[in-house]
């Protein structure tokens, strides 16, 4: 009787510890799916959840997209030209140039946050303030 009893205790005490853990752990900091993007011929479009609105950045002549990724409340979009990074907190589009001998590598978004690397630096984006940082790479890549 005392090792059931043990038993259905630790399995309650198991059962309450990960309710606990899931609902102050995960569900208050996960970030609801803010933003969308939409690529519409001459032009990106960001479907902004947050503030019921849409915003968009008209592509330059000849540019063309060659990668994207799309977090919960940030896009990250490498042209041939250019990174542009969108934010859904200050609904704005940014954008870096890229160098003409500059090739891409991995492109990530999570969250509000991107980040693009490249043969010659690292970028990342901020979609809470709509801020770039970026750093040279130690050692550049062909």
């Not at 001459?42 to 997209?65: H, T, Y």
């Not at 250019?82 to 954008?95: E, L, N, P, Q």
């Not at 509000?112 to 940082?133: E, H, I």
């Amino acid at each position: 009787m005392f090792k059931l009893l043990t038993s259905q205790v630790l399995l309650v005490m198991l059962f309450l510890l990960l309710a606990s853990f899931t609902v102050s752990g995960f569900a208050e900091n996960s970030i609801p799916k803010l933003v969308y993007l939409i690529a519409d011929e001459d032009k990106l479009i960001a479907s902004n959840i947050k503030f019921n609105r849409f915003d968009d950045m008209k592509l330059q002549a000849k540019e063309n997209v060659i990668e994207h990724a799309v977090g919960n409340a940030v896009i990250v979009v490498v042209t041939n030209k250019r990174i542009i990074g969108y934010s859904v907190y200050t609904a704005t589009w940014r954008s870096r140039d890229i160098a003409a001998d500059e090739k891409i590598g991995n492109v990530v978004a999570e969250d509000y946050s991107a980040l693009v690397q490249t043969s010659k630096r690292f970028l990342s984006f901020n979609g809470k303030n709509g801020v770039w940082a970026e750093t040279q790479r130690s050692k550049v890549f062909q």
